[in-house]
């Protein structure tokens, strides 16, 4: 579920906004880096909130902490690499592989999210 929720339903989601970006550049309109970020910030917000808002009645929405802890470590990182990126105005295709690498790092982390826990992780923390 977790691989599934963070790579397909995340690429689904969020397919509109890559499509409705790459429409915007091909017609020569900067995409701005707070778009970008604010879409993200919307998503984790706003989608979050209204899930434990409108979740089943009587329930508590919980997060498991080390799902929590890898994407906000991805997201950090990730605003790093945006940062490092923008720092002069362009992407160049070097930063468009690193994003893609990372991605697919990221993806990679997903699967095996699990299988670290098991190992490093004492019964009750996992």
Do not use: K
């Not at 890559?18 to 429409?23: E, K």
């Not at 909130?49 to 802890?69: D, K, M, N, P």
């Not at 990182?77 to 160049?92: E, M, P, R």
């Amino acid at each position: 579920d977790d691989v599934a929720g963070a790579t397909l339903l995340g690429a689904g989601l969020n397919a509109p906004e890559l499509f409705g970006h790459a429409v915007s550049l091909a017609m020569g309109n900067p995409v701005g880096l707070g778009l970008i970020t604010g879409s993200f910030n919307f998503n984790i917000l706003v989608i979050a909130g209204f899930t434990a808002l409108f979740g089943s009645a009587g329930h508590v929405l919980q997060f498991e902490w080390r799902y929590v802890l890898r994407d906000v470590a991805f997201y950090i990182f990730a605003l790093g690499l945006l940062q490092w990126s923008a720092a002069d105005g362009i992407i160049t295709f070097v930063e468009l592989v690193t994003f893609l690498v990372c991605y697919v790092f990221y993806v990679c982390a997903c699967v095996c999210t699990g299988a670290i826990a098991r190992r490093c992780c004492s019964e009750d923390r996992r």
